[in-house]
């Protein structure tokens, strides 16, 4: 059961893996109890990606920095990059926001559920 964020990620991996040499991986459980990674790029470089909702990862503060302590220890645990994609980047630059995961860049953390409304979407 992946959330249509993961699978827009997903297709999006599926459609460029070939022509930009990419292997990857859907969802991982790794290290300590409840860690997971939605999606790991094994070549050409090892990144760890974690695709994050608005409604649980930033209208909480407790949540938020929950997630940053668990990035934080992956990271140092695993000797691997974590990057997450946010929902609002998936939805709105898919393909700058796959670019910027596979060059191991950290987009912003959106501060705002307001920022989840596809741009794509009516009304």
């Not at 990419?22 to 094994?42: F, H, K, N, P, Y």
């Not at 990144?47 to 997630?67: C, E, K, N, S």
């Not at 992956?74 to 898919?94: F, K, Q, S, T």
């Amino acid at each position: 059961h992946f959330s249509l964020p993961e699978i827009l990620v997903y297709n999006w991996l599926d459609k460029h893996a070939l022509d930009m040499n990419i292997e990857w991986t859907a969802q991982l459980a790794i290290g300590e109890a409840g860690s997971r990674v939605d999606v790991v790029i094994t070549s050409p470089t090892y990144i760890y990606g974690r695709v994050q909702g608005l409604y649980f990862h930033v209208a909480d503060p407790t949540q938020v920095a929950l997630d940053e302590i668990a990035r934080q220890r992956l990271m140092a645990n695993e000797g691997r990059l974590v990057i997450d994609l946010w929902e609002p980047d998936i939805y709105n630059a898919l393909d700058e926001t796959m670019r910027d995961f596979l060059n191991g860049v950290q987009r912003p953390r959106p501060d705002s559920l307001y920022q989840l409304r596809p741009s794509w979407s009516h009304n």
